[in-house]
T-cell receptor
């Protein structure tokens, strides 16, 4: 079946550090890939997505490139801020006709000033 | 425009009690979803409704029932709560009829449920 594996957290960085959160997936066909972010006490919100191979999703300084050859969708940001502290979820959707998101386990990120 | 709203925010039940979690969206979305979030496991799909009048099982449907009351509302019912159902429950919605794999899902703030 379809699955998503994220790097285990928690991840703690200093402000302005470079961030990478690894995400790999297993899926049949050609899934769409997503990064969702969950701030403390809130629901999830879409951060970025990519719908086909070699697409790059970007938002708020975050980027991720859909790599079909390595089945990966790693999240990167060049200079993190304290406000980026949150839990990040990688997810895929491989269905047509009814979207069923499959999530990774989440990575908690803490940025220290 | 409130987006996706859920009630209640918190609930404590005793084993065997029943309750209904309510979800409503004001974005005129066609598809709605219920997930549970457990530590270290991400979110797992319980049930979804691809359009008004239809519902289908997700990955973990046992112990739950759903009702798509109208286009706006999608409720989740626990008939006889068990400690294994202690979790945070999220409702989500997406725009297109029957959904597409590229759709963005919009999430509510969640309901934290504890079953003793």
């Amino acid at each position: 079946g379809n699955s998503v594996t994220q790097m285990e957290g928690p991840v703690t960085l200093s402000e302005e550090a470079f961030l990478t959160i690894n995400c790999t997936y297993t899926a049949t066909g050609y899934p769409s890939l997503f990064w969702y972010v969950q701030y403390p006490g809130e629901g999830l919100q879409l951060l970025l997505k990519a719908t086909k191979a070699d697409d790059k999703g970007s938002n708020k300084g975050f980027e991720a490139t859909y790599r079909k050859e390595t089945t990966s969708f790693h999240l990167e940001k060049g200079s993190v801020q304290v406000s980026d502290s949150a839990v990040y979820f990688c997810a895929l959707s491989a269905n047509q006709g009814a979207q069923k998101l499959v999530f990774g386990q989440g990575t908690r990120l803490t940025i220290n000033p | 425009n409130a987006g996706v709203t859920q009630t209640p925010k918190f609930q404590v039940l005793k084993t065997g009690q029943s309750m209904t979690l309510q979800c409503a969206q004001d974005m005129n979305h066609n598809s709605m979803y219920w997930y549970r979030q457990d530590p270290g496991m991400g979110l797992r799909l319980i049930y979804y409704s691809a359009s008004e009048g239809t519902t289908d099982k997700g990955e973990v449907p046992n112990g739950y029932n759903v009702s798509r009351l109208n286009k706006r509302e999608f409720s989740l019912r626990l008939e006889s709560a068990a400690p294994s159902q202690t979790s945070v429950y999220f409702c989500a919605s997406s725009a297109r009829l029957a959904g597409r794999s590229t759709d963005t899902q919009y999430f509510g703030p969640g309901t934290r449920l504890t079953v003793l």
